[in-house]
């Protein structure tokens, strides 16, 4: 890259819960999706992993926040200087002129086209001069290595931290999907609703999502897969007296029934609305598992049993998205479904 070259190419996966940045091929960039800001004056504290860290440890003059919510920006500005900081962490040489930068972001398949827009904006503001958005489910196939310009059909299953991603694609081009705001944030509500009800236990959002980390499940028996049971410690809810709780992970698979029921009924919506020739496919192929949400344990088994149809979890759940978004900036003109 000499002095006169000025544009960089950079593919996104714009996380709830992390965001990967792409760059020449590799992964540059894996942080949380957190900002910190000064309270006065919204400048910018700390990004990613060192905001990560103050996150729920911060006093009335910095605000770490989490600028997406289900899957989309809730915070707009916030989301811009996180995008700022995120980017300038990637190695950019040695230059004298800031390049321009050509830019791919995955994006929910059930964004609004105003939520699109706030992405694009976000990007544009962040450096991006050409912005291309592509569906987080067809970039989760494209990661995975589905040809998915063939006329055959596969399904994906998507759970990140704000939303689930559930697409049947055949020809380029997503046949019926189900985009829905229940994923990993859903599921770490839970299990902080329920240590506080059933164990009289407060824990922040960070212990809970330990808990579902180490223990969390889809089903009560899980043999030699099973973990073993994790140590709470938190203050009591009504004394604020320090408790110790030993929680199993057959106790947290039934505070998470009611969030995988949801996930489970949305798959068979989908496949519901799936033509018969490409339901064949997906019998054949299985179904893809991707995301955070992939690492459930038990939950490939527990689909597969309820649905009939193996359930698959890609080689590297977490990073599926940000390798197909990677592959898209290498073919943004090969690909038609790119908006």
């Given at each position: 890259?000499?002095?006169?070259?000025?544009?960089?190419?950079?593919?996104?996966?714009?996380?709830?819960?992390?965001?990967?940045?792409?760059?020449?091929?590799?992964?540059?960039?894996?942080?949380?999706?957190?900002?910190?800001?000064?309270?006065?004056?919204?400048?910018?504290?700390a990004v990613?992993?060192?905001?990560?860290?103050?996150?729920?440890?911060?006093?009335?003059?910095?605000?770490?926040?989490?600028?997406?919510?289900?899957?989309?920006?809730?915070?707009?500005?916030?989301?811009?200087?996180?995008?700022?900081?995120?980017?300038?962490?990637?190695?950019?040489?040695?230059?004298?002129?800031?390049?321009?930068?050509?830019?791919?972001?995955?994006?929910?398949?059930?964004?609004?086209?105003?939520?699109?827009?706030?992405?694009?904006?976000?990007?544009?503001?962040?450096?991006?001069?050409?912005?291309?958005?592509?569906?987080?489910?067809?970039?989760?196939?494209?990661?995975?290595?589905?040809?998915?310009?063939?006329?055959?059909?596969?399904?994906?299953?998507?759970?990140?931290?704000?939303?689930?991603?559930?697409?049947?694609?055949?020809?380029?081009?997503?046949?019926?999907?189900?985009?829905?705001?229940?994923?990993?944030?859903?599921?770490?509500?839970?299990?902080?609703?329920?240590?506080?009800?059933?164990?009289?236990?407060?824990?922040?959002?960070?212990?809970?999502?330990?808990?579902?980390?180490?223990?969390?499940?889809?089903?009560?028996?899980?043999?030699?897969?099973?973990?073993?049971?994790?140590?709470?410690?938190?203050?009591?809810?009504?004394?604020?007296?320090?408790?110790?709780?030993?929680?199993?992970?057959?106790?947290?698979?039934?505070?998470?029934?009611?969030?995988?029921?949801?996930?489970?009924?949305?798959?068979?919506?989908?496949?519901?609305?799936?033509?018969?020739?490409?339901?064949?496919?997906?019998?054949?192929?299985?179904?893809?598992?991707?995301?955070g949400g992939?690492?459930?344990?038990?939950?490939?088994?527990?689909?597969?049993?309820?649905?009939?149809?193996?359930?698959?979890?890609?080689?590297?759940?977490?990073?599926?998205?940000?390798k197909g978004?990677?592959?898209?900036?290498?073919?943004?003109?090969?690909?038609?479904?790119?908006?």
């Amino acid at each position: 890259m000499g002095l006169f070259s000025f544009t960089k190419e950079i593919a996104m996966d714009l996380g709830t819960a992390n965001t990967i940045i792409i760059n020449d091929g590799k992964i540059v960039v894996d942080e949380p999706s957190v900002v910190a800001l000064d309270r006065r004056t919204d400048r910018m504290l700390a990004v990613g992993a060192p905001a990560e860290l103050m996150y729920e440890k911060t006093n009335s003059g910095i605000r770490a926040i989490r600028p997406l919510r289900d899957g989309v920006i809730a915070d707009f500005n916030a989301c811009e200087q996180m995008m700022r900081g995120l980017i300038k962490k990637v190695n950019t040489g040695s230059r004298l002129f800031t390049p321009s930068m050509k830019m791919v972001i995955g994006v929910p398949s059930g964004s609004t086209e105003v939520e699109k827009r706030a992405v694009r904006d976000s990007a544009e503001h962040a450096g991006g001069r050409e912005v291309y958005l592509i569906y987080e489910p067809m970039a989760a196939a494209i990661g995975i290595g589905l040809d998915v310009l063939a006329p055959e059909g596969n399904m994906i299953v998507d759970i990140g931290g704000g939303s689930t991603e559930i697409a049947v694609i055949s020809l380029g081009g997503i046949v019926a999907d189900k985009s829905m705001r229940v994923a990993g944030d859903e599921l770490t509500a839970d299990i902080q609703e329920y240590m506080a009800r059933q164990h009289n236990v407060k824990v922040s959002e960070r212990m809970a999502e330990r808990i579902k980390k180490n223990v969390g499940a889809a089903l009560t028996e899980l043999g030699d897969e099973a973990p073993e049971d994790f140590i709470v410690h938190g203050p009591n809810k009504i004394t604020a007296l320090p408790m110790e709780v030993k929680v199993c992970y057959q106790e947290i698979a039934r505070c998470l029934e009611k969030t995988v029921s949801k996930i489970e009924t949305a798959v068979l919506q989908a496949l519901e609305e799936t033509p018969p020739e490409l339901y064949a496919d997906i019998v054949k192929n299985g179904i893809y598992l991707a995301g955070g949400g992939a690492l459930l344990k038990g939950l490939a088994r527990r689909l597969s049993e309820k649905i009939g149809i193996d359930f698959h979890v890609a080689d590297d759940p977490l990073r599926c998205v940000a390798k197909g978004t990677g592959v898209a900036l290498k073919h943004v003109h090969d690909f038609p479904f790119l908006m």
